[in-house]
């Protein structure tokens, strides 16, 4: 089975400033997906980013991107430029790969980190 | 817009009483998920299911039921056998083609045991 720890139950960021979040997973898996979430007060749960394994290119999307470090089994999301939006809670997320095809591709969930971007 | 309606948005129901909460997707996706969220955890997985008239449990089966009689709808049934059901829950789903494996999340049901 695999596991996700999220060791920051809580952090603040002044607007503007970057952020790092952590994110550790054990598995004994060699080709899985990672993924982050972010659910804001509304609840809604909402992709931020994905990265597969097998590529070692570290994934961006505009002002997010992760320091993946497949040895250690660290995912890290930093976010730069912080804004109010971005207050919420950031899951980090773990799904296998299914070489068959057939597999429930289902996500295992970290307990999350509450972020606050401060004015 | 295609998406993921979940229904009713808020539901209280007395200990004893089975309730249904509503899931419809419009993306066309073949796999759909519930999950449970309760404070200070992640998403725990209820039920999934790939195709029509196919579902597995999860790690958290115990106490729900769920049918998959249509593509589109996916519903889960909170019985008076779940001990503990007030917790907030996501419906998801996800397209069945290589590489689009991204849960795509409804807006969620909150459900209260009075």
């Known amino acids: 089975a695999q596991t996700v720890t999220q060791s920051q139950p809580e952090m603040s960021v002044q607007e503007a400033e970057t952020v790092t979040l952590s994110c550790t997973y054990d598995?004994?898996?060699?080709?899985?997906?990672l993924f982050w979430y972010k659910q804001p007060p509304s609840r809604q749960m909402i992709l931020v980013i994905r990265?597969?394994?097998?590529?070692?290119q570290n994934a961006t999307e505009n002002r997010f991107s992760v320091n993946f470090q497949k040895a250690a089994k660290s995912f890290s999301l930093k976010i730069s430029d912080s804004q109010l939006g971005d207050t919420a809670m950031y899951f980090c997320?773990?799904?296998?790969?299914?070489?068959?095809?057939?597999?429930?591709?289902?996500?295992?969930f970290g307990k999350g980190t509450k972020l606050s971007v401060i004015p | 817009d295609g998406g993921i309606t979940q229904s009713p948005k808020y539901l209280f129901r007395k200990e004893g009483q089975n309730v249904t909460l509503s899931c419809e997707q419009n993306?066309?996706?073949?796999?759909m998920y519930w999950y449970r969220q309760d404070p200070g955890q992640g998403l725990r997985l209820i039920y999934y299911?790939?195709?029509?008239?196919?579902?597995q449990k999860g790690d958290i089966a115990e106490g729900y039921s769920v049918s998959r009689e249509k593509k589109e709808s996916f519903p889960l049934t909170v019985t008076s056998a779940q001990k503990n059901p007030t917790a907030f829950y996501l419906c998801?789903?996800?397209?069945?083609?290589?590489?689009?494996?991204?849960?795509?999340f409804g807006a969620g049901s909150r459900l209260t045991v009075l």
């Open positions: 998801a789903s996800r397209r069945d083609i290589t590489g689009a494996n991204v849960l795509t």
């Open positions: 598995t004994s898996e060699n080709n899985y997906y």
């Open positions: 990265q597969e394994a097998y590529k070692q």
């Open positions: 997320a773990f799904m296998k790969h299914e070489s068959s095809g057939a597999g429930s591709y289902q996500l295992t």
């Open positions: 993306l066309n996706h073949d796999a």
């Open positions: 299911s790939q195709i029509v008239n196919d579902f």
